[in-house]
């Protein structure tokens, strides 16, 4: 199986209520292939890689199954949700996220009869430093210094068709960063060891289509997928480097160090993701308020992803459902409109 087909079908890849030797079997396959397929060349290579494959399954499971339940995202339960109004200022932009997210639309398009969605909502978080007005025991002070946080740069493209669906492949996105983590470490350590040229290269020509044609979390939270041009190019890129590292000499403790670089990377995912639950006592304008406050407050709820591979990066979350109708329709050219400035 080439690279190209681990990135169909991906919820059949993971199943986070049933632990099976076939999809052990599967994730080892995939590690390698994805990483270096020259690893299966060393002595029960399967055999060895598969108890850090365990463990990172298990990591896997513990965190698709600690996810909350998906929210009602829409924009008609705005103003009687609070976490929604934390979360986007206007009711007016739970349709624009929504309608900017091809693989919502791709997702509809393919299921016509499907009138709901489940989606991961992933945001950029910021907290930060202020002085304003507060009201404690019915008094007001002034000069007060509070915690302001908004949220922005919101992403919707993980997403299935019912909850089990996007948890899976939340599963395997997790699997497929943690994954181009080790081949990011892997082609760092060949760096620092001289080794060939043209090794290097394929390295990174991997790691590109892991980062921009995979969905990883990458696409969950960070740059768009590439454009269907580039994906185009990436693809044949990849035949020829799927071809020459088949052929490709390489010393076995070349491949050994790569193995074993593989290995503890799987057998310690928490050092490279953690997901937390987050609590935030807001007011209307999105102030931190402690139990003391007596103004107005609303209890928000997402959960906070920190990830510490290369590069790091942070993002709040929430799990949610959305009915097609929320959907905008594509926008269109309209070309009469546009003629009168040619």
């Not at 290269?201 to 590439?226: C, W």
């Amino acid at each position: 199986m080439g690279i190209l087909d681990w990135f169909k079908n991906r919820p059949a890849q993971f199943d986070p209520d049933r632990v099976s030797d076939e999809m052990i079997r599967g994730a080892v396959d995939k590690a390698i292939a994805l990483t270096n397929p020259r690893l299966k060349l060393l002595p029960h290579c399967h055999k060895r890689l598969t108890p850090s494959v365990e463990t990172t399954i298990e990591f896997l499971r513990a965190l698709v199954q600690s996810l909350p339940a998906a929210r009602p995202l829409s924009s008609a339960v705005w103003a009687s949700d609070p976490a929604l109004r934390a979360f986007f200022v206007s009711p007016s932009d739970i349709p624009a996220v929504l309608g900017s997210s091809d693989n919502l639309r791709t997702l509809f398009d393919k299921f016509p009869g499907l009138d709901e969605a489940y989606l991961v909502l992933g945001m950029a978080l910021k907290e930060q430093r202020v002085f304003g007005i507060a009201l404690h025991g019915g008094m007001v002070q002034r000069d007060v210094a509070q915690t302001s946080v908004s949220f922005s740069d919101h992403r919707a493209r993980f997403c299935g068709g019912d909850d089990s669906r996007l948890r899976r492949v939340v599963g395997v996105g997790v699997y497929e960063y943690l994954l181009a983590q080790a081949l990011s470490e892997i082609g760092e350590e060949r760096v620092e060891r001289q080794e060939l040229q043209a090794s290097r290269s394929l390295i990174r020509a991997r790691l590109r289509l892991l980062q921009q044609h995979g969905p990883g979390l990458g696409s969950m939270f960070g740059d768009a997928p590439a454009a269907a041009s580039e994906q185009a190019g990436l693809q044949a890129q990849l035949l020829e480097n799927e071809r020459q590292l088949e052929v490709m000499g390489g010393s076995e403790s070349v491949l050994e160090a790569e193995l074993e670089c593989l290995k503890a990377l799987l057998d310690n995912p928490q050092r490279y993701l953690h997901v937390e639950p987050r609590h935030l006592r807001l007011s209307k304008m999105n102030v931190v308020l402690d139990e003391a406050s007596t103004e107005a407050a609303a209890d928000v709820d997402f959960c906070f992803a920190e990830l510490r591979g290369s590069p790091p990066m942070q993002r709040a979350f929430v799990l949610a459902r959305v009915a097609r109708s929320e959907v905008p329709p594509p926008q269109t050219i309209n070309f009469a409109d546009a003629s009168r400035y040619l």
